[in-house]
């Protein structure tokens, strides 16, 4: 499977969605961005997302890319009323 240009490699704080279907067999998708200090990941609004060996791979590389990059300097910050 071919993933687009990963729009992190210009633009470190850049929304990334991963494909994804849900229980019921429905495309959907995983996004996920840096928030300061914190990797936010979003999925399917009371899914469970099934990823393809391809996609979960790309999940990967893409969380330990974001894991990786220094924190902006507003990382003091919470994501979704979450702490650090």
């Known amino acids: 499977m071919t993933h687009p240009a ?3 490699q ?3 704080t850049a929304p990334v969605a991963v494909a994804c279907v ?3 067999g429905r495309p959907g998708q995983i996004t996920l961005v840096r928030d300061g200090a914190q ?3 979003r999925t399917p609004p009371g899914e469970a997302a099934r990823l ?3 996609d979960a791979a790309q999940l990967g590389e893409i969380l330990h ?3 990786q990059r220094p924190a902006p300097a507003d990382a003091a910050r919470t994501v979704e009323g979450g702490n650090q």
């Open 6 to 8: 990963d729009p992190t």
């Open 10 to 12: 210009t633009d470190p």
């Open 22 to 24: 849900d229980a019921l």
């Open 39 to 41: 990797v936010v990941l």
């Open 52 to 54: 393809s060996p391809a």
């Open 65 to 67: 890319r974001l894991a």
